[in-house]
């Protein structure tokens, strides 16, 4: 058995062999491992922040490095998002819903499980494990020129999409933003809408942050619902109410100490109402923000603004 490896190995070593083709396949193995290691990384690093952001942490600092965007939250924790990937690796992001719940989206698209529901980054109630409705970490791969995804800890892959042949790449993308001004950090994953978390400030002022990216029209005898955090300094507690005219109903959700869901329900008939929202911390401070409703014959819909709050708008409940 030796001898027979003799002829070759002395062909391997003459100058006529070219092995070029498997230079190119290990350079593509490696380019793969690579991608799916930056993917995988990506899912942690966007799973810890949303898990940040639901909790209720702030934002202590942000630093650019050559690695990537460093986020520290008051929780103690720091979270690394890379700065971009592969042209041929799938974009794995988050957005938040109407329901005030945030998904997984891969390219821009809702991850959807195998009944078509969207999948939760993070259990609702502090809940874990499931799909769509309790919060699962998806597990991508790369199988026979494929990306692939699983939803139930790689029992089942799903195809996302084919690679090129031979794996080539495409060069580098930008993944992931991050942009601060003076009060929020702005973390942008793909072409999703941006992650706005409160930066942890010196002197941090009381503040009711309502999510205008789901306030929308609101047709009577329907249910609008919008996300709400609060901002306040460390041990300081927050209770919010709400005031309501013109046959407006709401209810409050509270999905933690310092974020929750405002649901406004129009009754049939509605032409015109406000919501007062006061948030009151037990250090004294409150806030109030108001949403007008208006009803608009032509397209059969209520408009809704938010206003600052003045007395008048006290004196109008």
């Not at 329901?99 to 390219?107: E, H, N, P, Q, R």
């Not at 991050?178 to 409160?198: H, L, S």
Request: charged fraction near 20%; proline fraction near 4%.
């Amino acid at each position: 058995m030796v001898l027979g490896l003799v002829p070759m190995l002395m062909l391997a070593s003459c100058g006529g062999y070219d092995d070029t083709p498997i230079k190119q396949d290990l350079a593509s193995l490696e380019e793969r491992i690579t991608a799916l290691e930056t993917v995988r990384s990506d899912i942690d690093g966007i799973k810890s922040v949303v898990s940040n952001v639901q909790k209720g942490f702030l934002v202590t600092d942000v630093s650019d490095t050559a690695e990537g965007w460093l986020i520290t939250f008051t929780s103690g924790e720091t979270v690394l998002l890379r700065h971009g990937r592969n042209g041929n690796t799938p974009v794995v992001a988050v957005r938040k819903d109407t329901d005030g719940i945030f998904y997984w989206t891969i390219d821009g698209d809702w991850l959807l499980d195998d009944s078509g529901a969207k999948v939760s980054v993070t259990g609702k109630d502090g809940a874990t494990g499931g799909i769509g409705r309790e919060g699962v970490t998806p597990q991508l791969d790369i199988r026979d020129g494929w990306w692939v995804v699983s939803l139930d800890g790689g029992a089942t892959w799903k195809q996302i999409f084919q690679l090129p042949v031979g794996g080539a790449s495409e060069g580098e993308t930008e993944a992931v933003s991050v942009r601060t001004d003076d009060a929020f950090c702005y973390i942008t994953v793909g072409d999703d809408e941006p992650i706005v978390i409160p930066l942890m400030l010196e002197t941090v002022r009381l503040q009711l942050l309502l999510d205008e990216s789901s306030i929308t029209q609101i047709s009577p005898g329907k249910t609008l619902t919008v996300p709400y955090t609060l901002v306040a300094a460390e041990g300081v507690k927050v209770s919010v109410e709400t005031m309501e005219s013109g046959g407006l109903v709401t209810k409050l959700t509270p999905a933690g100490p310092l974020a929750g869901t405002l649901s406004i329900t129009a009754p049939e008939g509605f032409t015109s109402g406000k919501v007062l929202v006061t948030a009151t911390a037990d250090n004294g401070e409150s806030v109030t923000v108001v949403l007008r409703i208006t009803y608009v014959p032509v397209s059969g819909e209520a408009a809704v603004e938010i206003l600052p709050w003045t007395e008048d708008d006290m004196m109008s409940i």
